[in-house]
């Protein structure tokens, strides 16, 4: 805030003004006196001179993004905000958990359900077990095998 009081109020814009004004006047003076062609020390007077909007500019801009940093920072473990897992990875990790599981496809699919769901798949009664597993039944990803594409059915 404080940079950009100054800015608004024009503190130092005299100051840069004064400075940009004595590198142009030292750049002439060695145009006029010596007459070089353009080469790397007239560049370098050139260069040094400072645009007062871009300086603020970048000032201003580099404290915002510091405080944003700071802000997602502090922020990170709130509810609200975005998590820095990914569900991709989550998801990957519960697949190679599961396949080192002994039991069937559909004992799989089940504690997949389950975990994908926050479910204690240890804690469910056997009744809750059967009727899952006659739901995961349903589910097309057990409906593997080979393609029946192109084969004459038996008459």
Known sequence: MADMEIYVDGMVS???????????SVRTSIVEKYDPKEDNTLRTLKAAQIDEDEYF???VSNNVEQILIDLKQQHSKDTSSASADSPAAAFKESLEEISQVKGSKV?????????????NYSKLTDNEKHWLVEICKK?????????????????
């Open 14 to 24: 005299m100051q840069i003004r004064n400075l940009n004004a004595l590198l142009e």
């Open 57 to 59: 500019a970048r000032v």
């Open 107 to 119: 004992e799989k699919l089940m504690m997949l359900f389950c975990k994908q769901n926050q479910i």
């Open 139 to 155: 589910s097309n990803l057990l409906k593997g095998g080979a393609s029946q594409r192109g084969k004459r059915a038996k008459k």
